[in-house]
């Protein structure tokens, strides 16, 4: 950062970058008077706009180019973390309906014998709810078959 060369009456403004697409909107972060932080924005050629002003004056536009492709890049992350958070969260829902759906289907009546074996260890190894439901079906209809019998 180049010397911080500041004006009585001068915010410190802290990562700006740009946010449009023609590098002519610059945001960054404010430290108030009172101490707390805001953003603003600031178009670079409205040069009556106190934050432009200082802004112009605390940074270079090599530092708000690297800022803005430092944000960029932690956007990218950003993003890249929440879809394989969001498809870890999918595929738990997923296992715990499959896990509620083989413990109703080895509730049923059908299966409080040992007639079932077989189909009852391939429930327990089911690796979709459509798989418990399609062996569930079978159990019941052997057992129908059986009645009839």
Same mark, same amino acid.
């Given at each position: 950062m180049n010397e911080l060369r500041l004006s009585p009456g001068s915010q410190i403004i802290l990562a700006p970058r740009f946010i449009d697409a023609n590098? @002519?909107?610059v945001r960054g972060v404010v430290r108030l008077p009172n101490g707390t932080f805001k953003e603003f924005d600031g178009h670079l050629s409205d =040069?009556?706009?106190p934050f432009?002003?200082?802004?112009?004056? %605390?940074? /270079? +536009? =090599?530092e708000i180019h690297a800022n803005t492709l430092k944000e960029s890049n932690f956007q990218k992350k950003k993003d890249e973390l929440d879809k394989r958070l969001l498809e870890d969260e999918q595929r738990e829902e997923g296992l715990r309906i499959l896990a509620k759906a083989k413990a109703e289907a080895l509730q049923i009546e059908v299966f409080a014998d =040992?007639?079932?074996? $077989?189909?009852k260890r391939r429930i327990r190894r089911? %690796?979709?709810?459509? $798989?418990? @439901? *399609?062996? /569930? *079906? @079978? *159990?019941? +209809?052997?057992?129908? %078959?059986?009645?009839k019998t």
């Open positions: 590098n @002519t909107v =040069e009556h706009n432009v002003r200082d802004l112009k004056m %605390q940074h /270079t +536009l =090599e =040992e007639k079932h074996k $077989e189909v089911a %690796q979709s709810v459509f $798989e418990v @439901t *399609a062996l /569930t *079906a @079978t *159990a019941l +209809l052997l057992e129908i %078959q059986a009645e």
